[in-house]
């Protein structure tokens, strides 16, 4: 993370926008300084303002953080590395997968498609893709990114590519 870059980043996001560094600190409830001191790589924005500073210049937090515009598939990719290979959803903790027919754990399914080596939701991939919109939010997208995306990217999961 380089506090300077991200710092023109923002000031260049600002600047897209049309605010001035008063009207953007007005917005974030923080003083003017505040604003000039990002923007010139002084100090960071704190976490607890970082997520509706993003909101203002209309972009992620991963965006600012890397002070840089992304792709939204780069953006999912960021977010975690494992997914599961029938609905997408991030497999972050051991208790969010599946179980095989032996009891042991599924690398590669959620315990919400998989169970005892069986799936347990949708039958086709057009379902798990009528699904999808339902986490467009979690994922930050609208629903009809999400779908769009979803269309793309379900037919390539394990389960459904063949
Ligand atoms: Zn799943």
Redesign the pocket.
Known sequence: MNQEEIGKFIAQQRKNKYLTQEQLAERLNVNNRSVSRWENGICMPDLSIIKELSKELDITVSELLNARRMSKEELMEMKEMIY??????PLQEESDK?KNADGTISED??????ENGEFI?YKTVEEAIADSVNYAEYAGFTKEEMLEYAKKMYPTLKRWNN
């Open positions: 599961c290979q029938s609905c997408h959803m599946g399914y959620c315990k919400y498609c998989f939701n």
